[in-house]
């Protein structure tokens, strides 16, 4: 067990990433130079070569392990993504050469991936990730070498980093929507499935503070590790709690043992519904069942009716090798490139500084297929719609809750009297 679990489970008796991988970077040589932003240690000037016509960007996704399943799609995105700015002219004039990288599931490697990718590929940034334990693994090289990070998947919250901005959703923007549609429904009993790390671990601490308050008895929770797809003992608990809903943390390919083991003990969407927060359009189909009438929290859906999905979705269907389905993940990929195209270009620059002061204005837009997203450029995370969506037979998300406006992000929930200032400290320091 890791550094960080034990404190984790000691503090919120839940666990989660390791801080092993994290000490070790944090120990890498740096640099001569300037010093970095969000370090104490100094890094050379940036080796970010922009005298020519094209700018190198890394591309850092799992293209094998357990979750390929997930990241293939990212990284066809960002593809699609680059492509596009390529034919529009590029960024400040400079076409995309991206450099990509396969973080193979493994934490370590998305760690030394990204020292290549900043010292000696020259990416101007990186966009990519999915798990917690992959960013927990980047945040110190780029903070060590004062690279930007892009990263689209939703998370447990709790952290900003000056080198990281955050495209995905924070915890108020798709945990607690997730949690006031149960309520809604009138769910008195709730029980908590997880893979073992740092997002499911994180975020169902925060559940099971929320659902204090919104009068929802948490009944069980049990864990699996990522790369494990046995969940015959852990849904037999379930079925002996008896709960009104599960609500899913489960990441990758173990949700495909999960649902197996769900349908094996005899539930259904009928008495026992799932509501997830990583099952889109593209593992809906993948699950090895059909899953028509669970749920899932997410802020885009192929089936949102705004203006620029339409347009979206065709590019994407007809871009080659793609999965053919939209989903949430890999929209805010696609969000992360248009939002640094814009970044920089309000910059006028390249350099990580620069970028950061046009984001500090507060004036960075885009009109994403989820809707018109706006930069806090305190926080580095975006404004978002909430969305709660229920699978159909075609494996597509019918919107049953959707947000009456887009949720400002809060990723430290600053603003919830429920969350003690004590208790977000721990969990703060707890997970790196």
Not at 289 to 309: D, R
């Amino acid at each position: 067990m890791s550094i960080t679990s034990k404190r984790l489970r000691t503090l919120t008796a839940m666990g989660a990433i390791g801080t092993t991988v994290a000490l070790m970077l944090a120990g890498c040589g740096a640099r001569a130079g300037d010093e970095a932003a969000g370090s104490g240690t100094s890094a050379a000037p940036s080796c970010v070569n922009t005298s020519g016509s094209t700018i190198k960007l890394g591309f850092l996704n799992s293209l094998t392990g357990g979750m390929a399943i997930s990241e293939k799609t990212v990284s066809t995105v960002l593809h699609m993504g680059a492509d596009e700015i390529n034919a529009s002219g590029g960024i400040l004039g400079k076409k995309i050469e991206y450099v990509q990288e396969d973080g193979a599931t493994d934490w370590p490697t998305f760690a030394e991936k990204t020292e290549k990718l900043l010292t000696q590929d020259c990416v101007a940034a990186i966009f990519g990730g999915w798990t917690s334990s992959s960013r927990k693994a980047v945040k110190p090289v780029v903070e060590q070498h004062n690279g930007l990070f892009f990263y689209p998947v939703q998370y447990e919250g709790l952290e900003s980093s000056p080198n990281i901005y955050y495209t995905g959703a924070t915890t108020n923007q798709q945990i607690i929507p997730a949690m006031d549609f149960l309520a809604s429904r009138g769910v008195k009993k709730l029980f908590l499935a997880g893979s073992d790390y740092v997002f499911p671990r994180t975020a169902n601490a925060i559940i099971k503070l929320y659902a204090a308050k919104l009068g929802i008895t948490i009944v069980g929770e049990e864990y699996v590790p990522l790369d494990k797809d046995d969940w015959t003992s852990q849904v037999a608990k379930i079925v002996a709690a008896k709960p009104d809903f599960i609500f899913n943390t489960i990441n990758g390919s173990s949700n495909v043992g999960f649902i197996k083991a769900y349908y094996d003990a005899g539930l259904s969407a009928k008495t026992t519904p799932i509501i997830s927060v990583s099952i889109a359009e593209e593992e809906a189909p993948a699950m090895g069942h059909e899953v028509t009438g669970h749920y899932a929290s997410w802020n885009y859906f192929q089936s949102l009716k705004t203006p620029t999905n339409p347009k979206f979705i065709e590019s994407w269907k007809a871009y080659p090798n793609s999965s053919k389905v939209t989903s949430d993940p890999m929209e805010a990929a696609y969000i992360s490139l248009y939002l640094y195209k814009a970044l920089v270009e309000a910059a006028g620059s390249f350099d990580v500084d620069k970028v950061n002061a046009a984001a500090k204005k507060n004036t960075i837009t885009f009109d994403a297929p989820e809707g018109k997203v706006t930069l806090d450029g305190d926080n580095h995370h975006i404004s978002k719609p909430g969305h709660i969506g229920q699978i159909n037979a075609k494996n597509q998300f019918d919107i049953a809750w959707a947000s009456d406006k887009f949720i400002e992000p809060d990723p430290y929930l600053e603003g919830y009297d429920w969350f003690p200032a004590d208790i977000r400290k721990q969990l703060v320091d707890a997970a790196g």
